[in-house]
Structures are given as structure tokens and as C-alpha cells.
């Protein structure tokens, strides 16, 4: 009877023994079952042509591939209708023009080593019936990304048209404070309204003329690539030019607050007069500072600038008082300049 029982116990601790190993294998697996993601049937992700390879290699290094957007921003350029072999052998060939503001697509590459002039030939058409060959280099400087933002770029890039606005810039300017200065009206860094804005919207867009500039001469690479696709978001760039995107963001936001400003401690009239001299400096410092940068010597000069912008605010437009009659932020005691009311 007792080993009855021992073995009847004996069984039990057995089966229970049975069952706890089930349910800790089988939780074993579920968690193994839970934590293992497989991947969606992909046999033929990794298998590359030797086309695509070559395409994939050239968008490395040029930015641009097949089905790639283009403006035609010259007055005309001549496609070669038959093949560049063609060309190379010197045999007779026909030529078709697309002119200004023409759109390209490009339905083709191809590297000709042979070609002592340039080895790389593009493809291009504006419609079924006009497309040809044209050389790479031949074509670049006569065409502009189909994009607003690269067409933006190519026209402020221009280099005649940064003499011509150099030089506009400063007459226009020149013409502005002496007229201001005449008249004894507000100029920013001289004659300023008790606002920081105005000056901090001249000082943020010398600092993006700077940052411009840097970001051709230390990295043109990423600079291409941006401009051949851009993007206002300044979280979907590199850091450098991150930075950049995000001092031009907030220089708009500077200009709505100075305008708004403005307008608040100024007439109709002065406020349209302090607008234009306000826009005469700040296109002062673009070209003054995106021309020095490319020299090195803009750094030295943003940082006396900033620091010279910063001491003209605190010492001539900073307000330290407020009329006890109408509230207005004053720079000095005496007379109000906006109720007239003596402030001793």
C-alpha cells in the first residue's frame, strides 16, 4: 500500500515535471516566434546589371541619371541626331536645336573613352521628334534643373549678375542713406528705431551670405547635389547645410517681425523710406559678403560687422525709457518723438 502511494506521488511530480517543461518550451518559442521578423521574400534585391551599376555610379558623381528634368536657360543647343560614334568617325551628321525655356528629359548616358573632348554623351529630348546627343560639358552650363528652387540658385549664382547687382546694390544704397541722411530720417546702424529686428535681420543676412559662400568652397560636392535636388526642409540635408536653410527661415521671420516693427514706431511714409534703406543695406551685405567669403576674407569681416551692428543698437537704438503719457518706448528723456509729452 505505502509503495502504492510513493509511486502514485512519484507519477505525479513526473507529469507535473512533464508539463512545466512543455509550457516552458512552448513560452520559449512563442517568445523566439514573437522577436524573429521575417524579412519579405527579397532573392533578387541584391542582383544589380551592369547598367544599372553604371547608372547608379554616375548619379554618384554627377547627380543626375535617366528621366532627369531640365530647363534650357541659353539661348540654343544643338543636338546631334545619330550616334556619337558617328561623330567620332567623322561621318555626316544632322543636328536638331532646342532653344530658351525648352524642357529636356534625359533618355540617355553613354561614356565614350575615345572621346578626347568629353567622354561623356547625354541623351536628350524635348519631344518625340526632337531629341539628339550633346556633350556633357557643353550642355551643363546652358541648362538649369527643372525645379523653382535650382532656377532660383542658377539666376543668384550668376557671376555677371553679382557685379551688376554689386554695383546697383551700392549706388542704390549710397543714394538711400544720403537722401535719409538729408532728411534727417531712420536708417538702420545710424539713425535706427528702438527695435532690434532691423538690425538683426541685416546681421542674419550677412551670415547667410557667409554660410553660402563656405559651403562652395569647402564642400561644392554636397552643394551640387543640393542644387540639383533641393529642398526647403533644413531637417532632410546634411548639418551644413542645415544650417544654412535654417538662417534663411529665420530671417524671413525676422523680416515679418521688422516690417511689423517698423510699422508700429513709424508713419506711412517713414516706415516706406526706412523699408528701402533697411533693404539697401541688407543687399550691401549679400554681395559684400557672399564676393569676401569666396577670398576669405568675409570671416574677419562678419565678426567686426556683428560687432559693430550689435554696439550702434545698444548705444544709439536701444530704448531704456517709456513716455509716462502714451507708453512708447523712448531712448532718452525730454520730449516724446510720438505724443510730444516732456519726460523729466
Not at 536638331?96 to 533618355?107: G, K
Not at 549679400?286 to 550689435?310: E, M, N, R
Amino acid at each position: 500500500m505505502a509503495m502504492r502511494q510513493i509511486h502514485h506521488i512519484f507519477s505525479r511530480q513526473l507529469c507535473i515535471l512533464h508539463c512545466a517543461s512543455f509550457m516552458v518550451l512552448s513560452a520559449l518559442c512563442i517568445l523566439l516566434t514573437g522577436c524573429y521578423h521575417q524579412e519579405p521574400e527579397t532573392s533578387d534585391a541584391w542582383i544589380v546589371t551592369e547598367e544599372q551599376m553604371d547608372s547608379i555610379s554616375f548619379y554618384t558623381t554627377h547627380h543626375y541619371t535617366q528621366n532627369y528634368n531640365f530647363l534650357v536657360t541659353t539661348d540654343t543647343l544643338w543636338l546631334i541626331v545619330q550616334q556619337p560614334s558617328e561623330v567620332l568617325s567623322d561621318m555626316m551628321v544632322d543636328s536638331v536645336a532646342v532653344i530658351n525655356n525648352d524642357r529636356l528629359v534625359v533618355a540617355d548616358i553613354m561614356t565614350m573613352p575615345s572621346d578626347t573632348i568629353d567622354s561623356v554623351w547625354v541623351r536628350v529630348a524635348r519631344d518625340q521628334e526632337t531629341i539628339g546627343w550633346i556633350h556633357e560639358q557643353e550642355m551643363l552650363p546652358g541648362v538649369a534643373p527643372d525645379n523653382p528652387i535650382s532656377q532660383f540658385i542658377t539666376f543668384f549664382s550668376d557671376t555677371h549678375l553679382l557685379i551688376m547687382l554689386a554695383f546697383l546694390a551700392v549706388v542704390i544704397a549710397v543714394y538711400t542713406i544720403r537722401m535719409l541722411h538729408k532728411h534727417n530720417a531712420r536708417l538702420v546702424h545710424f539713425n535706427d528705431i528702438p527695435s532690434a529686428y532691423p538690425m538683426l535681420l541685416a546681421v542674419l543676412v550677412a551670415t547667410s551670405a557667409v554660410f553660402y559662400s563656405t559651403i562652395q568652397l569647402a564642400d561644392p560636392d554636397s552643394w551640387r547635389h543640393y542644387y540639383y535636388h533641393p529642398t526647403l526642409n533644413p531637417f532632410a540635408v546634411p548639418l551644413h547645410l542645415s544650417l544654412f536653410l535654417t538662417t534663411v527661415w529665420v530671417m524671413l521671420l525676422i523680416a515679418l517681425a521688422a516690417v511689423d516693427d517698423i510699422r508700429r514706431h513709424l508713419s506711412l511714409t517713414e516706415t516706406i523710406l526706412y523699408c528701402l534703406g533697411l533693404m539697401g543695406i541688407c543687399a550691401i551685405d549679400y554681395v559684400v559678403f557672399s564676393i569676401s567669403t569666396l577670398y576669405y576674407i568675409g570671416y574677419p569681416l562678419l565678426v567686426a560687422y556683428v560687432v559693430f551692428a550689435v554696439w550702434r543698437y545698444l548705444k544709439y537704438g536701444r530704448a531704456v525709457y517709456i513716455c509716462g503719457h502714451c507708453g512708447e518706448k523712448i531712448r532718452h528723456k525730454g520730449k516724446c518723438p510720438y505724443c510730444g509729452t516732456i519726460n523729466v
